[in-house]
């Protein structure tokens, strides 16, 4: 069974960097892209890019390009999502998705969220 | 990004059918896929490939699509199927976008 597990929320100030986690099991980690979606409270879902855990190749959103980084540990099976400077407005819950089917290229697991509050 | 247009909200009563609909400049060269989320849960894969249902899926879930718009179908709606609905699709350059999303309320 695919499973995502991302971790815990969390409360962050203004200027703190963060680095959030999701660990995938039950397929292949190292060949199948995995990505982040940005949902801000009572707000759409927002695609922030794919990283290919294989060899770290990453594609960003143009909305977020050198706004955060995505990176992956394949021996730990777990990708990253990193920001080096918050702001308030980075407030959201953050989703790994991955892409695991043969059939298509979007998403078609996801983990359970990570909520990250920024504020003074 | 990626712009994608759907409608708000969509009201419908339980057994009757709703249309939501999504257009975009580029979904008559991409495939476009469909996503439910309910309160507090992480997105569901409801359709994929324009029309495909994913394992799992209810038969009364379909797509279509028609030039610049495509649509998700939900016939004989139920209670459980409130929710919001997102398409999502790619641009041209690789870069994936969603609609806005559309809350489906159950009379």
């Known amino acids: 069974e695919v499973q995502l597990v991302q971790s815990g929320a969390e409360v962050k100030k203004p200027g703190e960097s963060l680095k959030v986690s999701c660990r995938g099991s039950g397929y292949n980690f190292a060949t199948h892209w995995i990505g982040w979606v940005r949902q801000k409270p009572g707000k759409g879902l927002e695609w922030m890019g794919i990283i290919f855990p294989g060899d770290s190749d990453a594609r960003y959103s143009p909305s977020f390009q050198g706004q955060v980084s995505f990176s992956v540990d394949k021996s730990i099976n777990t990708a990253y999502l990193e920001w080096s400077s918050l702001r308030a407005s980075d407030t959201a819950k953050y989703y790994c998705a991955s892409i695991t089917s043969t059939l298509f290229t979007a998403f078609d697991f996801w983990g359970q969220g990570t909520l990250v509050t920024v504020s003074s | 990004s990626y712009e994608l247009t759907q409608p708000p909200s969509v009201s419908v009563s339980p057994g009757q059918t709703a249309t939501i609909t999504c257009s975009g400049d580029?979904?008559?060269?991409?495939?476009v896929y469909w996503y439910q989320q309910k309160t507090g849960q992480a997105p569901v894969l409801v359709i994929y490939?324009?029309?495909?249902?994913p394992s799992g899926i209810p038969e009364r879930f379909s797509g279509s699509t028609s030039g610049t718009v495509v649509t998700l179908t939900i016939s004989g709606v139920q209670a459980e199927d409130e929710a919001d609905y997102y398409c999502?699709?790619?641009?041209?350059?690789?870069?994936w976008g969603f609609g806005g999303g559309t809350k489906v309320t159950v009379l």
């Open positions: 999502h699709s790619p641009d041209s350059s690789g870069t």
């Open positions: 580029e979904l008559p060269k991409q495939y």
């Open positions: 490939k324009d029309k495909e249902r």
